[in-house]
């Protein structure tokens, strides 16, 4: 068995009990400190953990500081996510923390700066890398069975934001917080798949963001909100070996609960991946003969998946190389970067080329 690892939780909303209860699968692993502004949630989940009060923190920097805490998964809003990475690097400490990297592009730049001074273990969780049918996409398109990739679709779609919902004001709407909206919350995902799956580098964008909803109702008084960020967006991308790229994500897709998807347009057939079933993937080649399209489910073994949270605990024992199929630091200010020019390229209402790195 290997060493036992102790593991810092920062933030323990909704997701954050997702990561928990992953974490606790990983053989060697053990939560022994927790941070949330919340004294109930601290109470809630440091009771079911078995947390002492004394390491049930309400600051982020007292949690990092923490000598018996070995690495720290992270899983806050937006506006602390730049505070976060700068405090784990400055304390030599291993990270796990969620997508986008952070809020605005200067933002991560200056965690790019720091890191690259005092590189730490580290993983930005985007977390469609790891799925099977993800992750056998992946393998496909590294084998040359497309070919040359001609164009490519790609969508993620939600409905918990649709004005029939009446959903209220939640920080995901908050300008100041998060940044972008949508964009930043499903479009990173889009982006960084794309890149990942193809192997290609987005080199030119066009898009389009707008806001379906522009007023919310305040979760405690119920008077109405302006919404300042995207609940929508759109977006073209040509890539530098010639490929062309469609997006789109929206939090008002009636019927779609967790959306996310890829087609593959490629020389030699078309690949389709999506979350609705992360087991199987749908391959459309020529027949033999060339004279019709045949249509093949591949279905995909849950252990062709991926397992960030093993991976994490692996990088702190330091017993292993790091597997290059995890996203890092660098990955994610390659996306904080695309999703700026998302931006710059709506404000300016044509094509923008994306800055050098």
Request: charged fraction near 25%; hydrophobic fraction near 40%; glycine fraction near 10%.
């Amino acid at each position: 068995m290997s060493r036992q690892v102790s593991i810092g939780v920062i933030g323990l909303g909704g997701m954050a009990r997702y990561h928990i209860e992953q974490l606790g699968k990983v053989e060697g692993v053990k939560i022994v400190a927790l941070c949330d502004v919340s004294e109930e949630a601290l109470a809630e989940v440091g009771g079911n953990l078995g947390v002492p009060e004394e390491r049930r923190y309400r600051d982020a920097d007292a949690l990092i500081a923490d000598a018996g805490v070995e690495g720290v998964v992270s899983v806050t809003p937006n506006d602390s996510h730049a505070a976060i990475l700068l405090a784990c690097i400055a304390a030599g400490k291993p990270l796990f923390a969620e997508k986008p990297l952070t809020r605005t592009l200067d933002e991560a730049r200056e965690v790019l700066e720091a890191y690259r001074r005092r590189p730490i273990p580290l993983l930005i969780n985007f977390s469609y890398r790891n799925g099977p049918a993800f992750q056998y996409a992946r393998k496909f398109v590294a084998e040359g069975k497309l070919g040359r990739i001609n164009h490519l679709f790609v969508q993620y779609l939600q409905d918990w934001g649709s004005t029939v919902k009446n959903t209220p004001f939640l920080w995901r709407f908050d300008e100041a917080v998060t940044g972008t909206g949508t964009l930043g919350d499903l479009g990173s995902h889009m982006i960084d798949i794309a890149e990942y799956l193809t192997g290609g580098r987005m080199a030119e964008l066009q898009a389009m963001l707008t806001t379906i909803v522009p007023e919310r109702p305040h979760p405690q008084t119920g008077e109405s909100v302006q919404v300042k960020v995207d609940d929508f967006a759109c977006f073209n991308a040509r890539f530098a070996d010639g490929a062309v790229g469609v997006f789109q994500t929206s939090r008002n897709a009636l019927g779609s609960g967790n959306q996310h998807e890829v087609a593959l347009y490629g020389e030699k057939g078309t690949l389709l991946v999506s979350t609705l079933n992360d087991r199987q993937l749908v391959w459309m080649c020529p027949t033999e003969d060339g004279r019709e399209t045949a249509t093949q489910k591949i279905d995909v073994a849950e252990s062709e998946g991926l397992n960030p949270w093993a991976e994490f605990a692996e990088r702190i024992r330091g017993e292993r190389p790091a597997s290059p199929e995890f996203a890092g630091l660098e990955d994610g200010y390659r996306n904080q970067l695309l999703l700026e020019a998302v931006v710059r390229a709506n404000a300016a209402r044509a094509a923008v080329a994306v800055e050098a790195e």
